[in-house]
């Protein structure tokens, strides 16, 4: 997947200043309720775009066809300080293998789910922080910052803790459902969120900042359709 999440925002500033700001970003077409509930889509292809579709129930179906592409909201205010993050998903059909999550360029996977965690101001140097916040107001996401991926796909174990190929130290990925497991069937999660970040980065978790709905086929040049629902953040492990 070519999307750095250091975070997701900083490829995109990247792909904007590039192009000259018009067409580096493709915004896809949505249901008018995902847009209502405040999600962006976008795409790094003209030709081979992820769809994002909301269903009448609030489940969202993913599409991806030798592409990659992402969906991403704000997370409320008053969900930031909540640790929990809970999840229901399912991998309806796929043609994308076992991958290696860690390799740059061979890392497709049916599914994912981000965190974004802002870096504080105080760690941000007063010349980084106004360019940051001048590309941020343009995209609508964080700049710098650290990132959690949770994944359904790839080579692995359950529980995995691997680098994100494309952050450096800022992210890492949580194989939750590794390779082809449980085509065909909902699976719920349920994750603390704090406690990966401190296990990840080996410090108490900033304010997250922004959820992020993925797939990725571009790399294989494969296909998958999935399905995600009942995302929410709450206080207690259910």
Known sequence: MKIAFRPLAAVLACSLLMAGFPSAVIALSMSSDLRQLGWKIYSFSERDKTQFRGMENGDIQVT??????????????????????????????????????????????PLAVHVLFPDPPEEVNIFTRIADAAVAAFVHMPISGKSITYVWGGIGE?????????????????????GESQI???????????????????????????????????????????????????????
């Open 158 to 178: 359950r529980g995995d803790m691997l680098p994100n190929p494309y952050s450096g130290p800022d992210g890492v990925l949580f194989l939750l459902r590794p």
């Open 64 to 109: 991806a066809r030798k592409s990659a592409g992402f969906l991403y909201r704000e997370i409320p205010h008053d969900d930031r300080n909540k640790q929990n993050l809970s999840w229901r998903w399912k991998v309806e059909e796929s043609s994308i293998g076992p991958t290696k999550l860690n390799l740059k360029g061979g890392d497709d996977r």
């Open 184 to 238: 065909g069937t909902w699976v719920p999660e349920e994750v603390n969120v704090a406690a990966d970040f401190e296990r990840a980065f080996g410090t108490t978790a900033t304010l997250p900042s922004h959820i992020v709905v993925s797939a990725d086929a571009d790399d294989t040049k494969g296909h998958s359709i999935s399905m995600i629902g009942d995302i929410r953040f709450h206080s207690d492990i259910n």
